[in-house]
């Protein structure tokens, strides 16, 4: 009777999850754990001004992204978090939503990192995408989830007293990063407990170096501008990679709901620059997301020459005369011009006799502006489902209006939304809908109509932009024409 006893008290005791990569990972041994984060802290020097809101470290053996999480972490050594909630990618196994680990620690062999189950328990209760589960964190038949765990050494020792929320992430969409990123702002805006937000996230995956590099660069200027929806399509697109991606831009969402003004990208490498193998490499990025003093860092200015619009246009044409006219796809070859080989995304409008005959684009950086151009001219002749398909005998009374588009930002206030200078992009859900900028001057809306009008092209009511659901997105336009 008295094992029978005892065995119930074990199973309702305080649940621990393992340490289940020590010694794969990092090593096991603390003492010798511990030298080598030291080293690595020394040799990274990472001082950012400003309150550090939120994080991304990477999350794959140290011996491999160990000097690039090391700047991330030299930037948070010395300050004062007493809980950080670490998100992560679900590896291992599948399931809805986002799991906070209902259990009590996570040990580590630099000694066990208690969780904040309290904490825990709310943020699982915030939304119907969040649970409190052992789903993704419980170590099982079907691995163990690495990413969480990879982070902690590191919490121990630039930490002096915290507790943890650990979170992972089984689906990967818009909507799951905002319904984490938009709870844990709600709960921590008047929260007295100092809170740290770390996305545990490595790049891109087995490609070659130059491939990986380029790619992995094009996701860390996204991360920069602050333009998390187009990271996040591009990411769900295979155009760039990132295995917790979602979590970044929960983290990105949270932030800058918190008032974080700044991003700044700390550090790159990938496994090639420690291996020296540049075949099939893993790339590793350190990002902080900052409420600083210093002004928000500028909107970086994006212009084309007299001569470079016209070479748009140019291809605009030919594209579509060449696919009405034969079917056949135009394969341009690249310009010499650096800005026409710039990813950017773009919208082309085709006009006969003044009047719209079709107007199709990509809002996100996914090509190379010369070929957005080229595919987005396509599908303005034919495919925009509004009008038929432009004939051979349309040819020639077609005009052509090119709108090359600045990175997405969320609005945070309406008041900031200038007319004539800024497009809107309203989204809720499977709901979506954009207006270019010229669309307000043409009509004459003021600032309150032009959010009304692009919530109703978004198939919502005229004041969905006041539901809590709703985000609205801003971007500049580079807009020209035929003459």
Not at 162 to 181: C, D, W
Not at 236 to 256: K, L
Not at 442 to 463: H, N
Request: glycine share 8%; with cysteine.
């Amino acid at each position: 009777m008295m094992d029978w006893f005892k065995g119930i008290q074990a199973d309702s005791g305080p649940k621990t999850r393992a340490a289940a990569v020590a010694g794969m990972f990092y090593p096991a041994d603390p003492q010798k754990l511990s030298h080598d984060i030291r080293h690595m802290l020394a040799v990274a020097s990472a001082k950012v001004e400003g309150k550090i809101l939120a994080a991304v470290a990477p999350h794959a053996g140290y011996i491999y992204s160990g000097e690039v999480a090391a700047y991330a972490y030299s930037a948070l050594r010395g300050r004062q978090y007493k809980r950080v909630v670490v998100i992560s990618p679900s590896h291992c196994v599948a399931f809805r939503g986002s799991s906070v680990y209902d259990g009590d620690s996570y040990q580590t062999p630099l000694g066990d990192v208690a969780v904040d189950c309290e904490f825990a328990r709310r943020l699982a209760a915030a939304s119907a995408a969040i649970k409190l589960s052992g789903d993704g964190h419980d170590v099982s038949k079907d691995g163990a989830e690495h990413a969480i765990e990879v982070q902690l050494p590191w919490l121990k020792t630039v930490l002096e007293d915290f507790e943890m929320v650990p979170v992972v992430m089984g689906e990967h969409g818009y909507e799951a990063s905002r319904a984490l990123g938009v709870a844990l702002a709600e709960l921590l805006k008047d929260d007295t407990k100092e809170t740290l937000v770390l996305a545990s996230s490595d790049l891109s995956h087995y490609h070659s170096y130059d491939e990986a590099k380029r790619m992995d660069l094009k996701t860390l200027d996204a991360i920069r501008e602050w333009d998390y929806l187009s990271l996040l399509r591009n990411l769900r697109a295979g155009v760039w990679e990132a295995c917790g991606g979602a979590a970044i831009v929960a983290a990105m969402i949270y932030a800058e709901r918190m008032g974080a003004n700044r991003a700044e990208v700390l550090g790159y490498a990938n496994s090639g620059d420690v291996t020296g193998d540049h075949a099939r490499v893993v790339g590793y990025g350190a990002a902080v997301f900052l409420k600083s003093e210093k002004a928000e860092a500028a909107e970086e200015e994006f212009s084309l020459s007299s001569e470079e619009k016209a070479e748009l246009l140019k291809l605009a044409r030919k594209t579509v005369e060449q696919m009405v006219g034969s079917r056949d796809r135009y394969a341009p070859e690249p310009p010499k011009s650096v800005a026409l080989n710039r990813e950017a995304g773009a919208f082309v409008t085709l006009t006969s006799k003044r009047h719209l005959r079709g107007c199709v684009g990509y809002t996100s950086a996914a090509k190379p502006l010369y070929e957005t151009v080229r595919d987005t001219a396509i599908l303005a002749a034919t495919r925009d489902t509004r009008f038929e398909p432009v004939s051979r005998e349309e040819l020639g009374e077609i005009d052509y209006e090119i709108s090359v588009l600045s990175p997405l930002r969320r609005v945070l206030d309406v008041d900031e939304i200038v007319v004539g200078r800024d497009g809107l992009l309203v989204k809720n859900g499977g709901y979506e809908g954009l207006l270019l900028p010229q669309v307000a001057e043409e009509y004459g809306w003021d600032r309150i109509q032009f959010v009304e009008q692009t919530c109703v092209k978004a198939g919502l009511s005229r004041d969905a932009w006041k539901d809590e659901g709703t985000d609205i997105f801003r971007f500049h336009a580079i807009v020209f024409h035929e003459e």
